[in-house]
């Protein structure tokens, strides 16, 4: 069986260049935490987590890796083995993938499909969490609570039916809302919508595609949307998410893309919340549209940070705990 440095030194893996704060070397670790993603781009977690670690004096350290979904199987058989890994963050491309190969998952990772987050157990026993989605919905919660309102009852519009879009839909139904799922491949968003239903026991969620029309009709009377696609392949950097995106990526797609966008966005109420859940080092084009149309825009910077501190205390709770370090006291190590 390879190991993860044979990964690496073949090509196969590689550490990420962009995340922030991601070690170069790491094999002199005691122990280390991975995060795997399709994309490299710049990840909030190694930086944080390693901070934290750095503060409690422990050697261990988080190293953001990159490589295809296609080798999750052998990755998971090899990180069962592995004496040093101890689990870690799970991103784009691998979120729907990993789950089928772990030996558990909790409850809602396990309805999801999705997970953010692998815990390893003394026995090499691997277990799938998912972070993402309540901590997604407690940052929209928190933001309809300011307005002296509540999510409960409420339009959302999710954009995308993967592992970040599906936990996010999950957990907006959770919270009460009304879902609609707008995928590219309608059949997936249907999947999901009918998951979110017979889950909760009644009609929770909707589907459709992202054509125009479609979109213009889910626009209406929804208080949120949510860009949550994290397709591979699709440059989501170039596309504004509340348009049609039509492959392959050209002058004229974007054009159209733009176009379509616009259009969509006068469904929208003026008081409806936009968010989209890349962070990448530019506003996305989903946000720059929404917020020149006059909507209130949410980045998924506060997501993240909110993700990554529930699943650092999920993984090390022992380790804060003879620290004498709680959930909440996580913030300010991880700043």
């Known amino acids: 069986m390879r190991s993860i440095s044979e990964l690496i030194e073949k090509g196969i893996l590689k550490v990420a260049e962009k995340a922030v704060g991601n070690p170069a070397g790491f094999y002199g670790l005691e122990h280390y935490t991975l995060g795997f993603a399709v994309k490299d781009y710049p990840a909030w977690t190694p930086g944080a987590w390693n901070r934290v670690y750095e503060a409690l004096g422990v050697s261990c350290r988080n190293v953001r890796l990159v490589g295809s979904p296609e080798i999750a199987s052998e990755l998971v058989a090899i990180l069962k083995k592995d004496p040093r890994y101890l689990g ?142 994290d397709e591979i392949g699709i440059p989501m950097e170039q596309y504004a998410a ?13 054009l159209r893309n733009r176009e379509t966008a616009k259009a969509a966005m006068e469904f929208l109420h003026k008081s409806a919340l936009i968010a989209d859940i890349l962070v990448r080092e530019k506003t996305t084009a989903t946000i720059a549209l929404a917020a020149e149309r006059g909507l209130e825009t949410m980045s998924g910077a506060q997501m993240l940070v909110r993700q990554g501190r529930k699943a650092f205390y999920l993984l090390h709770r022992e380790l804060l705990a003879s620290k004498g370090v709680s959930e909440a006291g996580l913030q300010n190590l991880m700043s």
């Not at 772990?102 to 309805?111: C, N, T």
């Not at 692998?118 to 691997?126: D, E, R």
């Not at 409960?152 to 999950?170: D, N, P, W």
């Not at 909760?200 to 929804?222: L, N, V, Y």
Request: aromatic letters at 8%; charged letters at 25%.
């Open 242 to 254: 509340l348009g049609e995106i039509i492959l392959p990526l050209s002058d004229e797609s974007i």
């Open 88 to 229: 870690g963050d799970v991103g784009v491309g691998f979120k729907d993938e990993m789950p089928r190969y772990l030996d558990s998952h909790e409850l809602m990772a396990r309805q999801m499909g999705s997970i953010n987050l692998i815990k390893k157990f003394p026995n090499g026993k691997l277990e799938g969490f998912n972070t993402d989605g309540p901590s997604f919905a407690e940052v929209v919660e928190e933001w309809f609570q300011a307005r002296n309102q509540s999510p409960a009852g409420k339009k959302a519009v999710v954009l995308g039916a993967g592992g970040t879009a599906s936990a996010i839909a999950f957990a907006l139904a959770v919270k009460g809302m009304q879902v609609v799922i707008l995928n590219r491949t309608a059949g997936k968003a249907e999947a999901l919508a009918k998951k979110i239903n017979s889950f909760f026991g009644g009609r929770r969620a909707s589907h459709g595609g992202r054509r125009e029309d479609e979109m213009k009709k889910a626009f209406r009377k929804a208080a949120l949307v949510v860009a949550a696609i």
